[in-house]
């Protein structure tokens, strides 16, 4: 397995409340990994961590083997390209204006738009299915609409590590399996892709690689075929159940037993 980000002996705290200790993975390159657990086991901050904002008290995350901390802000931000959970638009930015703030590790104070920036703008939109919505003030859109619009974001930042917390919140079924194809595709194309999924079935489905939390710690990581079983989703998630191939793929589909 070929790794070009990883963590190593992370604590991860917010204040005086530790959320992981003595954390380490290393990230897949070129791989769809999703990462799974109950609420408040420690995903989010790991994410956090990855692209520093959030200061390890101890360990570090390093990328080509230098800590993230030693690169320039834009520097880095031409790396990782970042999706939060709750992310905030300027009041009255439309559409078009927002994704193009994804080009903002790409510009210097001598340059100026370029074509290519543009290019990348509207392959985003189009790739996040918000071409139509270019015109429209944000604060107008639904939760589904926004969401896309963000990744939207994301995609116009032409980051080979795409990092996205929670990417199919607000969508409806049908925008959260495009999306997840879409991620897909752009791990086909050689993206690295790491995705926090609360949809287990749906981890199983697209992921090359899963890690499973809880309680700040790493549980389980392997693919999908190698490590989720009924043990797993009781430990996890103190889910009784029973996994079965999904009848679609061959990945494993949990059943509650319930």
Same mark, same amino acid.
């Given at each position: 397995?070929?790794?070009?980000?990883?963590?190593?002996?992370?604590?991860?705290?917010?204040?005086? =409340?530790?959320?992981?200790?003595?954390?380490?993975?290393?990230?897949?390159?070129?791989?769809?990994?999703?990462?799974?657990?109950?609420?408040?086991?420690?995903?989010?901050?790991?994410?956090?961590?990855?692209?520093?904002?959030?200061?390890?008290?101890?360990?570090?995350?390093?990328?080509?083997?230098?800590?993230?901390?030693?690169?320039?802000?834009?520097?880095?931000?031409?790396?990782?390209?970042?999706?939060?959970?709750?992310?905030?638009?300027?009041?009255?930015?439309?559409?078009?204006?927002?994704?193009? =703030?994804?080009?903002?590790?790409?510009?210097?104070?001598?340059?100026?738009?370029?074509?290519?920036?543009?290019?990348?703008?509207?392959?985003?939109?189009?790739?996040?299915?918000?071409?139509?919505?270019?015109?429209?003030?944000?604060?107008?859109?639904?939760?589904?609409?926004?969401? =896309?619009?963000?990744?939207?974001?994301?995609?116009?930042?032409?980051?080979?590590?795409?990092?996205?917390?929670?990417?199919?919140?607000?969508?409806?079924?049908?925008?959260?399996?495009?999306?997840?194809?879409?991620?897909?595709?752009?791990?086909?194309?050689?993206?690295?892709?790491?995705?926090?999924?609360?949809?287990?079935?749906?981890?199983?489905?697209?992921?090359?690689?899963?890690?499973?939390?809880?309680?700040?710690?790493?549980?389980?990581?392997?693919?999908?075929?190698?490590?989720?079983?009924?043990?797993?989703?009781?430990?996890?998630?103190?889910?009784?159940?029973?996994?079965?191939?999904?009848?679609?793929?061959?990945?494993?589909?949990?059943?509650?037993?319930?």
């Amino acid at each position: 397995m070929t790794t070009r980000l990883t963590a190593r002996d992370l604590t991860l705290r917010y204040g005086e =409340r530790v959320v992981s200790t003595r954390l380490s993975l290393d990230v897949p390159d070129g791989a769809l990994t999703a990462i799974v657990g109950p609420n408040a086991c420690g995903k989010s901050t790991l994410l956090r961590a990855f692209v520093r904002l959030l200061k390890p008290a101890e360990g570090e995350v390093r990328l080509d083997d230098r800590e993230v901390g030693a690169y320039p802000t834009k520097a880095l931000a031409r790396m990782l390209g970042f999706l939060p959970q709750d992310p905030l638009a300027p009041e009255d930015i439309r559409v078009r204006q927002l994704v193009a =703030r994804g080009r903002f590790p790409h510009q210097s104070l001598l340059s100026t738009w370029s074509e290519e920036d543009a290019e990348a703008v509207a392959e985003a939109m189009e790739a996040a299915g918000v071409t139509e919505l270019a015109g429209r003030p944000v604060h107008e859109l639904s939760g589904g609409q926004r969401q =896309r619009v963000w990744v939207a974001v994301v995609l116009a930042q032409q980051t080979p590590y795409l990092l996205l917390d929670e990417p199919t919140s607000f969508l409806d079924i049908a925008h959260q399996y495009q999306l997840l194809q879409l991620l897909a595709e752009l791990r086909d194309q050689g993206r690295t892709v790491i995705a926090v999924l609360h949809d287990v079935n749906q981890a199983c489905r697209y992921a090359d690689h899963l890690i499973a939390m809880k309680e700040g710690r790493v549980v389980a990581e392997g693919t999908p075929a190698e490590i989720v079983d009924a043990a797993l989703l009781k430990e996890v998630f103190d889910l009784p159940s029973v996994v079965v191939p999904d009848p679609v793929t061959g990945t494993p589909m949990v059943v509650p037993a319930l």
